[in-house]
């Protein structure tokens, strides 16, 4: 039997992701085999109809077991159609959830708990931008599990996306290599990185991407799916930074100006 939980990672550590079809990750677990895999959500890029896409791709991947924590109508009845069983758990680590539902804890889900799905957001004050102004091209989120992390430089991930004629492809996520000066826009650009989406960024930092041809746009909170969902839109808009500029390291840069 296989049993599918949505994830914001790749490790069992991970937290279980309650929402269905925008999560990052489904970890499946092989209880026959004792193996753990983990594959990228497909839906997560998708503007609308995430969930359908997340439950038929569920369904190719033989799935007989779902552990979310909630599910919209359409996804419901996809899978509730398959056969496949879905219980809601709370926002444990993934190796917890499978204790969980192996001990009987898990309530199952026999028809939508939820009607629709809250995008991300952005700072007050911020500013629109057109589809024209954001590049074509990679893209590169800094990431914290499945939100636009707050810093761009002490962010654990970077979600890497390729933006093609309107259409998000190739969804990838780095860890961060680590806040040396003036190393991250360099690093970035040499992977072909066109923009970088952050919740803060200092001045200094942001002249630096510039100057490697990386457009910058700060302010973004929220989940990473749905700032690729704005992005697509031309409507994902940045603001203030949110970083506090005020605090150093000790190493004689501040936490967002010189990563």
């Keep these: 039997m296989k049993i599918a939980i949505s994830a914001s990672g790749q490790e069992t550590s991970s937290q279980l992701d ?19 895999s983990f ?4 839906g997560a890029l998708e503007g609308s109809g995430a969930g359908v896409k997340a439950a038929q791709f569920l369904l190719e991947q033989n799935v007989d077991v779902l552990l979310t924590g909630n599910l919209g109508p359409n996804a419901s009845s996809i899978l509730g159609s398959a056969g496949l069983k879905v ?5 444990v680590t993934l190796e917890e ?18 009607s629709s799905h809250t995008g991300g957001g952005v700072s007050p004050g911020a500013q629109q931008q057109t589809a024209a102004q954001l590049p074509q091209g ?23 996306v ?23 826009p360099r690093f970035l ?11 803060g960024m200092g001045p200094r930092a942001q ?17 990473v799916a749905a700032a690729i969902d704005s992005y697509l839109a031309g409507s994902l808009a940045g603001g203030d930074s949110l970083c506090e500029h005020g605090h150093g390291h000790g190493d004689g840069f501040r936490d967002c100006e010189d990563h």
């Design 138 to 160: 990679k893209i590169a989120l800094a990431t914290d599990g499945t939100d636009v992390a707050q810093h761009f430089g002490r962010c654990p991930a970077y979600t890497l």
């Design 39 to 42: 594959l990228p959500n497909p």
């Design 189 to 199: 650009a040499e992977k072909g990185v066109k923009c970088i989406i952050s919740g």
């Design 18 to 36: 309650p929402r269905f079809g925008r999560c990052a990750f489904y970890a499946i677990y092989d209880n026959e085999k004792k193996e753990w």
């Design 97 to 114: 959830a499978l204790q969980q539902y192996e001990a009987g804890k898990g309530r199952q889900i026999t028809g939508a708990t939820v």
């Design 162 to 184: 390729d933006i093609k004629d309107g259409k998000a492809e190739n969804l990838t996520m780095i860890p961060n290599p680590g806040h040396q000066p003036g190393f991250l």
């Design 207 to 223: 002249n630096l991407f510039e100057e490697q041809g990386i457009h910058t746009v700060v302010g973004v909170t929220g989940p």
């Design 87 to 91: 219980f809601s758990l709370p926002e």
